[in-house]
C-alpha cells in the first residue's frame, strides 16, 4: 500500500511502480501562484518535510495540471488532493489547500479519473479559491513527493509562476 493510500484509506490500483533512478527528474508547476517554501506551507505536517520533499504554491489560478506525463494514482473522495506518479517513477501528491478535507468535496471538481494515463498539462482538478476562503481554510498547495526514498528536491522556480514552469528537480 502506498503513502496515498494510507493517507486517505484507499487501495492501491497499481502496487507496481517504479521507484526513483539516480537521475534528476523535473516537476513542472501544476497551478498558477506564488511558490512557497516547504518551511513556508501553513501546516506542520507539510512544512516539516514529514510526509516527503516538496513545495507550496500560493494559487491565484483555479485549475491543476498534471506536473509531468504519468498515471493519476489517486483521487482523495473529498476532492481536494490527487496523487500522480510520472512515468519514470516520481510519486506526488498535491493537496490543495490546508485542512480542506472538511469541505467534503464543496468547490472541488475532478477532471480525471483514477488510473487515467495524462500528459504534462492535462487539467486535474479545478478547485473555488474563493470557497475555500470562506469555509476559513488557508489555499495554500502542497506539492509534496511521497515515494519515502528520502530523495531531495532543487527548486527551479521562485515568485510568482505559470502552470507548465519548471518548479523542482529530484
Known amino acids: 500500500m502506498g503513502f496515498f493510500d494510507k493517507l486517505f484509506g484507499g487501495k492501491s490500483k497499481d502496487e507496481n511502480t517504479a521507484k526513483f533512478t539516480n537521475q534528476s527528474k523535473t516537476v513542472l508547476t ?32 483555479d485549475t491543476v495540471y498534471a506536473p509531468f506525463d504519468g498515471t493519476v494514482t489517486q483521487i482523495a473522495t473529498t476532492l481536494h488532493a490527487v496523487g500522480i506518479t510520472s512515468n519514470d517513477g516520481i510519486e506526488l501528491l498535491i493537496h490543495v489547500g490546508m485542512d480542506t478535507v472538511d469541505m467534503k468535496g464543496q468547490g472541488f471538481t475532478a477532471l480525471v479519473k483514477e488510473n487515467q494515463k495524462v500528459s504534462a498539462g492535462t487539467p486535474l482538478l479545478k478547485v473555488d479559491l474563493d470557497a475555500v476562503r470562506a469555509a476559513g481554510h488557508p489555499t495554500a498547495t502542497a ?3 511521497t515515494d519515502g526514498a528520502g530523495d531531495e528536491v532543487k527548486m527551479l522556480a521562485e515568485g510568482d509562476v505559470a502552470p507548465g514552469t519548471p518548479l523542482f528537480k529530484v
Open 143 to 145: 506539492i509534496i513527493v
Open 30 to 61: 501544476p497551478l498558477q501562484g506564488k511558490v512557497l517554501a516547504q518551511a513556508d506551507i501553513p501546516d506542520e505536517t507539510f512544512a516539516q518535510g514529514i510526509l516527503g520533499p516538496g513545495c507550496g504554491i500560493e494559487p491565484t489560478g
